[in-house]
């Protein structure tokens, strides 16, 4: 069984991994640390390990999976401030969640869109008044 400073330990690795830990990290180290350290493997694997794929590249990848998925807007920011972190432009990632519109359709691209837009502080235009008249 894991002492209480292996899973510390293990869970701030992981931030140092990944840029990040959601909720269900945090929660799934502390109660079942067994499980969540060989799911993880396979996430280190797949995701955090250098392979052929650059990591900026793997985080749009999941950004888009994420959106498609509709996946918490939480979640999703999570993997666009590791992409800007990893030299994705703003725009880039724009036009990555902009490719599962067509797949997935308005609902989960506004998911995604929204969670861009909040992360990068991205603003609009406001019609004028004579606009609805």
């Keep these: ?3 209480q400073e292996e899973k510390q330990a293990y869970i701030n690795e992981m931030v140092q991994q990944r840029g ?3 909720d269900y990290h945090k929660i799934a180290v502390q109660q079942d640390f067994e499980f969540t ?3 993880n ?3 280190e694997e797949a995701y955090l390990k250098p392979r052929r794929l650059d990591r900026k590249t793997k985080e749009l990848i999941f950004i888009v999976s994420l959106t498609v998925m ?3 807007k939480k979640h999703i920011q999570s993997h666009i401030r590791v992409a800007l972190d990893h030299g994705a432009t ?3 990632i724009l036009e990555a969640i902009e490719i599962s519109f067509p797949e997935a359709g ?3 691209f506004q ?8 992360v990068v502080d991205a603003e609009g235009i406001e019609p004028t008044i004579e606009a609805y008249e």
């Design 70 to 72: 509709r996946a918490s």
């Design 111 to 118: 998911t995604g869109f929204d969670a861009w837009r909040e």
């Design 20 to 22: 990040y830990v959601l």
């Design 1 to 3: 069984m894991a002492s």
């Design 37 to 39: 350290k060989r799911t």
């Design 106 to 108: 308005a609902v989960a």
């Design 90 to 92: 703003k725009e880039e």
């Design 41 to 43: 493997e396979l996430i």
